[in-house]
């Protein structure tokens, strides 16, 4: 099964098990059956699909929580693309986020069933953010396989940082949200490019809204929570 999620990730989405399980993760809490769906926008506001979550299974082991993740992309027209799973793991006041999770959507669609290694380093996010708080990097490298020739792509999550606080509208409603900035490069074919991002998230939510932009700050797509079940 493929493995995706939208730009950097991140989509980053997870729910509780249960009152004893709260403290694991303040803005990703964990229940199994959650929902959440995210609209991804062009630059221009028009819609490019959908992509829906789903926690399909929630384990508690030697102090660690787990949670299952099921992702399905469907384009503009409704039509299912590809599906994907992948893990996010609490433990010691933190979570952390499947590499594979940062491997954009538009790029495995291209992939198709294209036999592929995937290695890296999870998305770290601490329970406890504070405006000016430096976070961890993160990177994914997929090799791949085609006509005899082995292609490498590269993605690292760079400068992270808690940049603001902001209050923001969605169509899934209003939320309290930290504003984290960080820079994906791309190393693929002898070309490199660095894009910057950021996130928004709230606590007992997660993401809930996402842009990436070029280097000079023009905006080049956005995602938005548009509906969540808990």
């Known amino acids: 099964m493929k493995k ?6 991140v989509i980053l989405l997870i729910s509780y098990t249960g ?4 403290d ?12 959440m769906q995210y609209t991804n926008y062009n630059k221009k506001g028009k819609s490019e699909g959908t992509v829906n979550y789903l926690v399909s299974n929630v384990s508690n082991e030697g102090g660690m929580t787990k949670a299952d993740m099921s992702m399905t992309l469907k384009n503009e027209k409704g039509k299912e693309v590809f599906t994907s799973d992948y893990s996010i793991r609490c ?3 933190k979570i952390a986020i499947d590499y594979n999770s940062l491997l954009p959507d ?3 669609e291209q992939m198709g069933n294209m036999e592929m290694e995937v290695t890296g380093t999870d998305i770290e996010l601490p329970n406890s953010l504070n405006v000016g708080d430096t976070l961890s990097d993160a ?6 396989s085609m006509g005899g020739m082995n292609m490498k792509t590269e993605i690292f999550i760079l400068n992270r940082k808690v940049e603001k606080k902001e209050v923001i509208n969605t169509p899934a409603g209003e939320f309290d949200c930290y504003v984290i900035y960080s820079d994906t490069q ?15 998230l709230a606590e007992g939510i997660g993401m809930v809204k996402q842009e990436s932009y070029q280097k000079d700050g023009d905006l080049i797509n956005s995602t938005l929570l ?4 808990q």
């Open 139 to 144: 990177n994914v490298t997929m090799t791949m």
């Open 186 to 200: 791309t190393r693929s074919m002898g070309i490199n490019r660095t894009f910057p991002s950021r996130q928004w």
């Open 19 to 22: 009152l004893g399980q709260i």
């Open 226 to 229: 548009t509906a969540y079940s």
């Open 91 to 93: 433990e010691d006041d």
């Open 24 to 35: 694991c993760s303040k803005y990703y809490p964990m229940r199994e059956g959650m929902t």
């Open 106 to 108: 538009n790029m495995m």
């Open 4 to 9: 995706t999620m939208y730009s950097l990730a």
